[in-house]
C-alpha cells in the first residue's frame, strides 16, 4: 500500500477499508494480518474522505481540487469492484447510509453549489437533491440520519469554517423541517441529542422540543421604496418545524421558508403574519402595517420634437421621467429662470443660438434634475456667412465633397487633402480622406484623416458620435454621400 489517508478507516466484518488521497486508491485490508485483500482507484477526482460499509457494499467519495463533477461509489465489499458510480459536485464527506438510501454532502463555497445527496443504496438510481439555492452541505459536511430525518450542516465564510445546522425529511429531502444558525460542523448523534460545533467554538446540542412554539418574526428592513425587497427572520421559539407566512395580508400563505425573501412591486402598507408549529402544537403573530413600501425618488429626462430650426423656433417637449413626479420646472434658454411647470410645454425661440435646457421633476420623496447643454440650435437665413472653414488646404488636390448637418445642430464634412496647411492634422500624403465634425458655431470638435492609397476605395464608412454616416462610392463621379 502507498500514500496517506485523511479519512478514517471503517471496519467491517474482519476487515478495515481506507482511503489514501495521494496515490488514489481505497484499500481493502485483513484486520488481523494488514495484508492487502483488494485495492481500487477512482476514474473522477480523489478519494480523500472516509469510506463507510453497510450490507455488502462499500460507499466512497471523491474530491478535485479544480472542482470539477466528482463521483460517488458503490464498490463490492468482497472484490472492490464497482456496482455503481453516480455524479456528484466535490466532496470528501462520509456518505451515511439509513432506510435502504446512502446520503452525501457536497460541494464548495465560492466554487461550486452546495448540495446534500440521497441515492437508492443498491441501485444508485438518484432519489432527490437539495436546491442549491438553499446551500445546504458543503464538501467537509458529512450527513447524520436518524428518526426520518437527515441533519446536515453547511459551509459558511471559507474553509472549515460552518454555520447553519438543517433537518431535512429523509425521505423526500426538498421539505426543511428546521433549521437553526447555531453549529454546522458534521452532527453526531446520541440518545435523542443532536451534538455540532459551530464558528464560535462553541459545542450545541439540540433536542426534541418540550412544548408547542412560541412564535414572533422581525425584519431587516421594514420602509423602502418599490420595488422593495425584505429579508425576513423567524425568531420563534420553542423549535418549530413548519412555517406559513402571508406577506401581504391577502390571507394566502406567500413562502413555508423560515426566513423568506419578499418583494414589494407597490406602493402601500402591508400586514404580515406568521404561523409556526411543531409535534406538540402551533403559535400565530399578526403585524398590522408592518411593512411600508413608498414611492421612489423621481428620475429626471425629457426629449424635443425637433433640436434644430430656423427662428422663430416652435418647440415641443416631452417629460421622460420616471417614478411618478407630479411637478415639473422647465428652464428652456439656460438663465435659471423657470420657463413652463407644465409637463409637456411648447416653447418658441426668437433668436439664434445654442441654448441649454433644464429639468427638474418633483414628487413627494424628491426631486432630480438634468441638464442638457446646448440642446437647442436656433438659426437665421439671409443674414450673410455667420462662419466658414477652410479644412483641407491649399494643394492642388484639396477638396470639399460634402458637408450635412448632425442631431446636435453641428455638421460633418468630408473631402481629400493632400496639403498641410489646412484645418486637418495628421495628413499622410497621397491625397488623404478627412473628414471633420464641427459643432454648430463652427468650431472643430473633432477630425480624422485617413491615408488612400491612389484615391481607389471599395467603401469608407466613418460614424459620427452623433450616428451620422459618410460613406464614398468610387463610381464615375466619385461623390460622397453624407446621412446626419
Known amino acids: 500500500m502507498a500514500g496517506y489517508s485523511q479519512g478514517t478507516p471503517a471496519y467491517d466484518d474482519g476487515r478495515f477499508y481506507l482511503t489514501a488521497w495521494s496515490q488514489n486508491y481505497l484499500y481493502c485490508v485483513d484486520a488481523e494480518t494488514g495484508e492487502q485483500v483488494w485495492s481500487m482507484t477512482s476514474g473522477s477526482g480523489l478519494l480523500c474522505g472516509s469510506a463507510s460499509v453497510s450490507g455488502d457494499f462499500v460507499y466512497a467519495t471523491t474530491y478535485d481540487f479544480s472542482c470539477q463533477g466528482c463521483t460517488m461509489y458503490a464498490l463490492s465489499k468482497e472484490d472492490g469492484s464497482v456496482i455503481w458510480q453516480q455524479t456528484t459536485n466535490p466532496t470528501d464527506a462520509t456518505p451515511s447510509v439509513a432506510y435502504g438510501n446512502v446520503y452525501v454532502s457536497s460541494g464548495c463555497k465560492g ?126 421559539t420553542g423549535f418549530p418545524t413548519s412555517w406559513a407566512w402571508d406577506l401581504d395580508g391577502d390571507g394566502t400563505v406567500d413562502s413555508t421558508k423560515q426566513d423568506p425573501e419578499y418583494t414589494y412591486e407597490t406602493t402601500g402598507t402591508y400586514t404580515v403574519t406568521l404561523t409556526v408549529a411543531n409535534g406538540l402544537g402551533g403559535d400565530t403573530i399578526t403585524k398590522e402595517d408592518f411593512i411600508e413600501v413608498i414611492r421612489p425618488e423621481p428620475v429626471a429626462d425629457f426629449t424635443a420634437d425637433a433640436m434644430s430650426g430656423k427662428a422663430p423656433f416652435t418647440v415641443t417637449f416631452t417629460d421622460l421621467s420616471i417614478q411618478s413626479p407630479t411637478e415639473w420646472a422647465w428652464d428652456f434658454n439656460g438663465d435659471g429662470t423657470v420657463d413652463s411647470t407644465e409637463q409637456n410645454p411648447v416653447y418658441t425661440y426668437e433668436t439664434k443660438g445654442l441654448y441649454t435646457v433644464s429639468l427638474t421633476a418633483t414628487n413627494d420623496m424628491g426631486s432630480d434634475t438634468i441638464t442638457k447643454e446646448k440642446y437647442i440650435n436656433v438659426f437665421t437665413v439671409g443674414s450673410g456667412i455667420e462662419w466658414q472653414s477652410y479644412p483641407g488646404g491649399t494643394g492642388t488636390q484639396d477638396y470639399l465633397y460634402s458637408s450635412c448637418q448632425a442631431d446636435d445642430g453641428g455638421y460633418v464634412s468630408v473631402g481629400f487633402t493632400d496639403s498641410n496647411d489646412g484645418g486637418v492634422e495628421g495628413n499622410h500624403g497621397g491625397t488623404d480622406v478627412w473628414v471633420v465634425k464641427y459643432d454648430a458655431g463652427g468650431n472643430i470638435s473633432w477630425q480624422k484623416c485617413l491615408a488612400v492609397q491612389d484615391r481607389i476605395m471599395d467603401l469608407v464608412s466613418v460614424r459620427h458620435r452623433m450616428g451620422g454616416v459618410c460613406r464614398w462610392f468610387p463610381d464615375t463621379i466619385r461623390r460622397w454621400q453624407c446621412n446626419g
Not at 446520541?190 to 422540543?209: C, E, K, N, Q, W
Open 111 to 236: 466554487y461550486t453549489d452546495h448540495i446534500t445527496y440521497c441515492f437508492n443504496a443498491t441501485t444508485g438510481e438518484k432519489i432527490w437533491e437539495t436546491d442549491p439555492e438553499d446551500d445546504i452541505g458543503g464538501w467537509t459536511c458529512s450527513v447524520a440520519v436518524a428518526d426520518g430525518k437527515v441533519f446536515v450542516g453547511s459551509e459558511s465564510s471559507g474553509y472549515f469554517m460552518y454555520s447553519r445546522l438543517t433537518a431535512l425529511d429523509a425521505e423526500t429531502g426538498g421539505a426543511i423541517l428546521w433549521y437553526n444558525n447555531l453549529g454546522g460542523a458534521t452532527p453526531s448523534i446520541s440518545d435523542g441529542m443532536i451534538f455540532t460545533v459551530s464558528d464560535d467554538h462553541r459545542l450545541y446540542a439540540y433536542g426534541a422540543p418540550a412544548s408547542a412554539p412560541t412564535v414572533d418574526f422581525t425584519a431587516y428592513t421594514t420602509t423602502g421604496a418599490a420595488p422593495f425587497t425584505v429579508n425576513f427572520e423567524d425568531i420563534s
